[in-house]
């Protein structure tokens, strides 16, 4: 079982119980984003797990991790920048890969947990746009390799697009928005042509929905008035192992953890 989640702060998610959830659902893995801690703190939080972990340079910023219950044989920190030189601050604590080691002869699964950049659409802020698009072909050119990979592959996290129409609400009010242009959504149409299985749609049904987002102000989470941002993609090899999909949406807004909910995939490997 994998789980993905954006925790909005590892800290602030235990202390509004997503141990408990953790011990309910006992995930063999979990794909953490917007984890806003270093190392140390993180095993404290995730005593027994094997973790890889990658924080942002910018304090209280993004991070991501991946914590698994079998034993981590291989990691590789973030993506590779185009043309070489030094990573971007913003661009930091956005992606992690971990080759975890299945139990008996069954191999490895490359487990990715991503944050992708939000963006914004308001005056001024251009250039926020511009690093989420850079960062988005730079995921494009990763998953083409992972897409042929020999070995199952997973890439989950907040994705920060809203696909279609079924993955948001209020699609016509949200039409010039980040999260749903036209250009964004292409990237997942791309990704889909490499070979990428959206493992939430393929499993949920046509929608509307199950959104994953809902913002923390107002009526939001009570009218389901959300966003699928959060998801799992499988490569070729590994998305016929999916077996099923579900969005733990939390069962009133008073036992929420994070503004996310967590995307479950159960996979028979």
């Given at each position: ?8 702060g ?26 806003r ?9 995730l ?15 993004a ?10 044989a ?9 043309g ?16 975890i ?12 947990s ?34 042929v ?35 964004e ?12 299985t ?13 959104y ?16 699928r ?5 499988a490569n070729?090899?590994?998305?016929p ?13 008073a ?8 995307v ?6």
């Amino acid at each position: 079982m994998v789980a993905t989640a954006n925790v909005n702060g590892i800290r602030a998610a235990f202390r509004r119980g997503m141990d408990t959830w953790i011990a309910a659902r006992t995930p063999d893995v979990l794909l953490l984003q917007e984890v806003r801690a270093p190392q140390e703190v993180v095993e404290k939080y995730l005593d027994g797990w094997h973790v890889a972990n990658l924080g942002s340079e910018i304090k209280g910023r993004a991070g991501v991790l991946v914590a698994s219950r079998h034993p981590i044989a291989g990691i590789r920190r973030g993506l590779p920048v185009p043309g070489g030189g030094a990573e971007a601050h913003v661009d930091t604590g956005r992606w992690i890969e971990a080759d975890i080691t299945l139990p008996g002869d069954a191999g490895t699964l490359t487990a990715v947990s991503t944050y992708q950049h939000s963006g914004s659409t308001k005056p001024g802020e251009e250039a926020t746009m511009e690093a989420k698009y850079a960062y988005l072909e730079r995921t494009t050119t990763r998953l083409a390799e992972l897409a042929v990979a020999p070995a199952p592959a997973v890439v989950a996290g907040d994705i920060n697009i809203a696909h279609t129409r079924a993955d948001i609400k209020n699609w016509k009010g949200n039409l010039n928005s980040a999260g749903f242009l036209p250009a964004e959504r292409a990237h997942l149409d791309r990704w889909a042509e490499l070979g990428w299985t959206d493992l939430g749609r393929a499993h949920g049904g046509d929608g509307p929905g199950p959104y994953t987002w809902w913002s923390w102000r107002g009526k939001a989470f009570d009218n389901d008035a959300g966003w699928r941002i959060d998801y799992q993609y499988a490569n070729p090899v590994l998305a016929p192992a999916c077996r099923k999909v579900e969005v733990d949406r939390a069962p009133s807004y008073a036992e929420r953890w994070s503004d996310h909910a967590a995307v479950v995939a159960v996979y028979d490997l």
